[in-house]
């Protein structure tokens, strides 16, 4: 079967670092990716690893192990406009995505 | 630059009522998707359209039809609607099927 597992809620201070693990298991894998949800809005696309490795965008980083089905989001110097649901997503073909059922990250002062 | 574009925003239907949620891109991208998202539930794939021509049945096909018209749009049907379809719907396409999807701003459905 398919699943993703990611962590249900986090709550974490502005300013600091948050950590956002995800697994998965597929029948296929095209890479994985990470969106943005703010509530009431679309998601929007955050990153995506193709390949093992950490890739970097501004405040926010995205981690692959492929060998372990595991990768992480990573929030560096937390804001409060950073408090959205974030969904890990991978390709388990080259024509479409899974998502996992979120992870709720709420900032607080 | 309009993206990604569904049509109504909201929509109350009664039991057994049928309806079709519009969606149309103007990235010249070739694959197109609708999503249903529950509470709880993330995003679960109910129709995908690979490339014009085709479409395939996601994780959640029950009770619902799909028309790739052209290049741009694609629309999903609810021939007789159902209170378990009560949901939020996102339309999304994507150039390459696996990564850096664009999401409408979905449809908000209630079915009583």
């Known amino acids: 079967g398919q699943s993703l597992e990611q962590p249900s809620e986090v709550t974490a201070v502005e300013g600091a670092i948050v950590q956002i693990n995800c697994t998965y298991q597929?029948?296929?894998?095209?890479?994985l990716s990470w969106y943005q949800q703010h509530d009431g809005g679309a998601p929007t696309f955050l990153s995506y690893?193709?390949?093992?490795g950490l890739e970097e965008t501004g405040r926010f980083s995205s981690f692959l192990s492929r060998s372990d089905s595991y990768g992480y989001l990573l929030l560096q110097e937390l804001q409060m406009k950073d408090s959205a649901s974030y969904f890990c997503a991978v390709g388990d073909s080259s024509y479409k995505l899974i998502f996992g059922s979120g992870t709720r990250l709420l900032v607080r002062p | 630059n309009a993206g990604v574009t569904q049509t109504p925003k909201f929509q109350v239907l009664k039991t057994g009522q049928s309806m079709t949620l519009q969606c149309a891109q103007d990235?010249?991208?070739?694959?197109m998707y609708w999503y249903r998202q529950d509470p709880g539930m993330g995003l679960r794939l109910i129709y995908y359209?690979?490339?014009?021509?085709?479409?395939d049945k996601g994780e959640v096909p029950n009770g619902y039809n799909v028309s790739r018209l052209n290049k741009r749009e694609f629309s999903l049907r609810l021939e007789s609607a159902a209170p378990s379809q009560t949901s939020v719907y996102f339309c999304?396409?994507?150039?390459?099927?696996?990564?850096?999807?664009?999401f409408g701003s979905g449809t908000r459905l209630t079915v009583v």
């Open positions: 359209s690979a490339s014009e021509g085709t479409t």
């Open positions: 990235m010249n991208h070739n694959s």
């Open positions: 690893n193709g390949l093992d």
């Open positions: 597929t029948s296929g894998f095209y890479g």
């Open positions: 999304a396409s994507s150039e390459r099927g696996y990564y850096g999807y664009t």
